[in-house]
């Protein structure tokens, strides 16, 4: 089955509710957002009435709350700790976030792995290791889905052996995952119209079993570019059949795949985008959608 979605926005007086009316306005069986603005710490009270409406509304139109994703906010960095009070910090905003995403009811988080900020590589993953262990020692039953990233400055998670490397080192595996996404990957310099291949270097070196989520966006960016450029389905390097072929890959099938493509104008594409996915049909005119 399809199981398909987007980034939907997540308010103060809607919550996890609007949330769900968004994502089945834009015709999905899938959805991602974040609890808060990603950029701060201000985070709005829960409403456990909120919560249940949304979760009787999903189950009324076949959405299960196993492809519904929370995104950590950017403002977390684990591999740095340079400076101990913002490491810690984002060790507690961590936390913070996870409970919500239980409180939620949500299974998964992802997020990125962080930047090293110039201690290097090596460094800044035994700091990620080190504040996810931390994390898990918390009673919590969520699964951290570390991102694949595009490799611009000092970020880590840019290549599989990277991640694995993390993984390696978290004591409860069953805590940990994957979440692809089809521009990093390509930013990054991984071909994505050899997904196959992707996909069994990923299976030889960490396991298809930690792959949780799919993120995808086409690319402003030539491969290896290490840039991070979003684009809309189609208009970028990567191509609309190639993104098909991720989406409709029978590997990927019961893997949540989640569109972040950029607004066009006023308007968030999604919609558009789903159709195109439906019918794999590509629209030329997908531009054109605000005026």
């Known amino acids: ?14 919550q996890l509710l609007g949330s ?3 994502s089945l306005e834009y015709g999905s069986n899938a959805f991602m957002f974040y609890t808060g603005a990603p950029q701060n710490t201000s985070r709005s009270k829960l409403s456990i009435a909120k919560t249940k409406e949304a ?14 994703i929370v995104h950590a906010p950017y403002i977390i960095n684990l591999a740095n700790n ?5 490491y810690e910090f984002s060790i507690r905003f961590l936390i913070e976030e996870i409970n919500r995403c239980e409180e939620l009811g949500v299974k998964y988080l992802v997020l990125h792995p962080g930047s090293h900020v110039g201690l290097g590589i090596e460094l800044g993953i035994q700091n990620i ?12 039953s969520i699964i951290i ?7 611009k400055g000092s970020e880590i998670g840019s290549n599989f052996e990277e991640l694995k ?3 390696d080192g978290i004591e409860e595996k069953e805590k940990i995952g994957i979440c692809f996404d089809t521009c990093h990957l390509n930013d990054s310099g991984y071909n994505i119209k050899e997904f196959d291949k992707i996909l069994e270097e990923f299976d030889q070196l960490i396991g298809m079993s930690y792959l949780h989520c799919i993120h995808i966006n086409d690319s402003k960016n030539i491969i290896g570019a290490k840039k991070d450029r979003h684009e809309n389905l189609g208009y970028g390097t990567i191509g609309f ?6 989406i409709y890959n029978p590997k990927t099938e019961n893997i949540p795949k989640i569109l972040e493509t950029p607004w066009i104008g006023e308007k968030a594409p999604y919609k558009e985008e789903i159709i195109m996915i439906k019918t794999k049909k590509f629209n030329n005119k997908l531009k054109e959608i605000d005026k």
């Open 1 to 14: 089955m399809l199981i398909i979605g987007s980034h939907v926005s997540f308010t103060s007086k809607e």
């Open 20 to 22: 769900t009316v968004q």
């Open 55 to 68: 979760i009787t509304l999903m189950s009324e139109n076949g959405i299960s709350l196993e492809n519904v």
């Open 82 to 86: 340079k400076e101990k009070d913002k």
């Open 129 to 140: 290791i080190h504040a996810l262990n931390k994390v898990n020692k918390n009673n919590h």
């Open 145 to 151: 889905l570390l991102e694949t990233m595009a490799g």
């Open 165 to 167: 490397t993390i993984i």
């Open 241 to 246: 059949e190639t993104l098909l072929n991720v």
